[in-house]
């Protein structure tokens, strides 16, 4: 069996991406509107949405970056993962019910549409739809990337695509995404979010099982390995420092809530009382899925320490060499193929509210409507955007970091300084006002701008994203206390204090 | 008292912001966020944990005890006014307390380990690290049972279901009248 290692890699890889086809294909005949395309006629099941909500939580970031993180700064990175519980219930008790109270009212298709009937105003809406549009950007080129560059590594260890170029993959990659994307649009989406939810799991339990038995003493054996190097690598705090773990805490927990492609899914459930057994079963998925970031993070620093494993070339090939060292050919398959699922569920989140942000939000700030036939320009719009994306991904790649680097600034801390107060506290307080919520959205912008443009390095690791996202808060609440209280629209009114 | 929540939240948020602006003016630590391992590039390592906590670790153990108030009065405020009830609040109390137990087990523990270079393990790592990896996990879950459990009595009752409905259908009213 060893001998078809990576046969048995490229054809689970393979098997997943004609799934992604097929339901792309299934899903097409199931759209027949803008509301279809965009929230799934909010009529999702409580499984299919939980599924959705934590596979679109958990990126390729999560399969690739995080246990790099914990190769290189220890228990630091776990901040990032243990805040799930947190995060998810702070979503739930400030966002889900609202969202999708009004989402029906309003019959609202994105998040900018949310916040333009809670304030009132186009220029929320503008603003959040252009914060959208700057992150979806960042975000997508570095899953497309990280995509190719997995599909590459994976294809040229067979004979056959041994000399296959990143171009191709980008392309072959991207292809798939677009594919069932255009066709399928959000219910392509989140049905293939479910099987990928599903692959998570199954990777994340078995990772744990292969990762406690590299050492004969388990789990206790590493920690204890990486103990004696340096024992605040192993301590709660890891090497990054207490600031920067806690400065985790905040903007990973707190700042779940604030994720567009997250809370939109919380508009898209059938019967608002499923909210009760969403939450729970997204935060189960999402720890099963997580364990494969801790225990591989732990295990290949412990097995590089103690010289079981050569050092790596960078800290992000922890898990493709654990997957090739300790897995079996086939556990490595299913690894793999919940990689590329963890990258395309984000992936498509983003596309479809980057695409919704573009034909229906921005035109209807602008001009007070959006553009006609939404279902048409909507397919148009996210093969244009992911074709843009996966270009800005190549440039970056080959030419200059520079800006897909900038852009992925405005990645998760961003969305969560900036949309957090305006969506999680707006929905929830009255007196928000819409001076409140541009001044929040505004300061948050532009503090991650500059301190990421600057490369300003704050004392202790305290991060920009923790700054934007604390000043943004108090402005947002400081401002709509200075402001006049805004006169909402009944039916708002009426939402709000239900 | 909790009509005024968002009071509370803005000075956990100011209160906070001051905790991050006296930690950035304390007296620095060389390498306070980690420096490169000698033998392993790619690697950062933490070396002196008690000199990296000697000016900021009080004032790092109240931002993060602030944070965790902050939460429980952000989920006392996604509830309607009218449902926070005095068993809703007693519940919201008894999850911070929880919470705050398990932040001061994990600070004291790491502080204990500092001093005397021991530390036991559970369940796979050393205790300190274990308060973090399923304390925290398991610290927000009374959150979480108090939303799913308590979702028909707090977050959205069949009153509340009922107005929804009658809201939905004056807007479907008001739309054909328009």
Redesign the interface.
């Known amino acids: 069996m060893e001998a078809y290692r990576q046969e048995i890699i490229v054809g689970s890889v393979v098997l997943y991406m004609l799934f992604c086809i097929a339901t792309g294909l299934w899903a097409m005949r199931r759209t027949h509107d803008s509301s279809d395309f965009f929230v799934a006629g909010r009529g999702l099941g409580p499984i299919v949405v939980a599924l959705a909500l934590f596979s679109s939580t958990l990126s390729g970031f999560g399969f690739v970056g995080g246990p790099g993180l914990v190769?290189?700064?220890?228990?630091?990175s776990?901040?990032m993962v243990?805040?799930?519980?947190?995060g998810?219930?702070?979503g739930?008790?400030?966002v889900a019910?609202r969202i999708r109270?009004i989402a029906?009212?309003r019959d609202c298709l994105s998040l900018p549409d949310i916040v333009a009937a809670r304030y009132g105003s186009d220029t929320v809406r503008f603003l959040i739809a252009l914060t959208i549009v700057l992150g979806v950007m960042g975000y997508l080129a570095t899953q497309i990337l990280a995509m190719a560059v997995v599909m590459q590594a994976i294809l040229s260890g067979t004979e056959t695509f041994a000399d296959i170029g990143l171009v191709t993959c980008v392309v072959i990659s991207s292809a798939v995404l677009i594919f069932y994307c255009v066709t399928g649009g959000i219910i392509a989406s989140v049905y293939t979010d479910v099987v990928q939810g599903f692959i998570m799991m199954i990777a994340g339990s078995l990772i744990l099982m292969t990762a406690?038995s590299v050492f004969d003493g388990?789990?206790?054996e590493?920690?204890?390995i990486i103990?004696a190097?340096?024992?605040?690598?192993?301590?709660?705090?890891?090497?990054?420092?207490?600031?920067?773990s806690?400065g985790w805490?905040?903007v990973f927990?707190?700042g779940l809530a604030g994720q567009p492609h997250l809370i939109t899914k919380m508009m898209m459930n059938k019967k608002?009382?499923d909210?009760?057994?969403i939450?729970?079963m997204s935060?189960f998925g999402y720890?099963m899925a997580a364990l494969l970031w801790?225990s591989i993070g732990v295990v290949m620093?412990a097995a590089?320490?103690d010289g079981v494993v050569e050092?790596?070339?960078?800290?992000d090939d922890a898990a493709s060499t654990f997957l090739s060292i300790f897995a079996n050919p086939f556990l490595a398959g299913i690894v793999f193929a919940g990689l590329f699922a963890a990258i395309m569920s984000t992936s498509d989140a983003f596309l479809n509210i980057g695409t919704a942000a573009i034909i229906h939000d921005i035109p209807k700030a602008l001009s007070g409507k959006s553009v006609e036939n939404e279902l048409f320009w909507a397919r148009v719009v996210t093969a244009l955007l992911a074709a843009v994306a996966a270009g800005f991904a190549l440039y970056s790649h080959y030419a200059d970091a520079t800006l897909v680097a900038l852009l992925g600034a405005f990645g998760w801390g961003t969305f969560a300084a900036s949309i957090f107060p305006v969506v999680?506290?707006g929905l929830?307080?009255q007196?928000a006002t819409v001076a409140g919520a541009v001044t929040a959205t505004i300061s948050a912008l532009l503090i991650n701008f500059v301190v990421q443009l600057a490369g300003i390095v704050?004392?202790?690791?305290?991060s920009g994203p923790?700054?934007a996202f604390?000043?943004s808060?108090?402005l947002f609440?400081?401002v709509s206390?200075l402001t006049k209280k805004p006169e909402l629209a009944p039916?708002i009114q009426?939402?709000l204090?239900? | 008292m909790t009509k005024n929540v968002?009071y509370w939240?803005?000075a956990a948020?100011?209160s906070?912001?001051l905790l991050?602006l006296a930690?950035?003016m304390?007296d620095?630590?060389p390498n306070?966020?980690?420096q490169p391992?000698t033998?392993?590039?790619?690697?950062?390592?933490?070396?002196?944990?008690a000199a990296?906590?000697a000016h900021?670790?009080l004032l790092?153990f109240l931002?993060?005890s602030l944070?965790l108030t902050?939460?429980v009065c952000?989920?006392i405020?996604?509830?309607?006014e009218r449902y926070r009830s005095s068993k809703f609040l007693a519940g919201m109390g008894a999850s911070l307390l929880f919470m705050l137990a398990i932040w001061w087990m994990?600070?004291s523990t790491?502080q204990n380990?500092l001093q005397t270079?021991d530390?036991s393990?559970f369940?796979?790592?050393?205790v300190?690290?274990a308060?973090?990896?399923y304390g925290?996990?398991?610290?927000?879950?009374p959150?979480?049972m108090m939303?799913?459990?308590g979702?028909?009595k707090f977050?959205?009752t069949r009153d509340?279901?009922e107005?929804?409905k009658t809201?939905?259908e004056?807007?479907v009213l008001d739309s054909q009248k328009d």
């Open positions: 190769y290189s700064i220890g228990v630091s776990f901040w243990v805040i799930s519980s947190t998810y219930a702070i739930f008790f400030l019910k109270m029906e009212l406690v388990g789990m206790q590493a920690s204890a103990l190097d340096d024992s605040e690598a192993i301590m709660p705090f890891g090497s990054a420092g207490v600031m920067a806690l805490f905040f927990g707190l608002m009382s909210n009760r057994s939450l729970p935060l720890v801790i620093r590089v320490i050092p790596l070339a960078l800290p999680a506290v929830n307080w007196g704050l004392p202790y690791g305290i923790l700054v604390v000043t808060m108090i609440i400081g206390l039916d009426r939402v204090r239900i | 968002i939240i803005l948020c100011v906070m912001g991050l930690i950035g304390a620095s630590v306070a966020s980690g391992h033998k392993h590039p790619g690697m950062l390592i933490g070396m002196d944990g990296r906590l900021i670790g790092a931002f993060n944070l902050l939460i952000l989920c405020l996604g509830v309607s994990m600070f790491h380990f270079g530390t393990y369940m796979g790592f050393p300190p690290t308060w973090q990896v925290t996990w398991l610290g927000a879950i959150l979480v939303y799913s459990c979702f028909r977050i959205y509340d279901e107005e929804f809201l939905l004056q807007a």
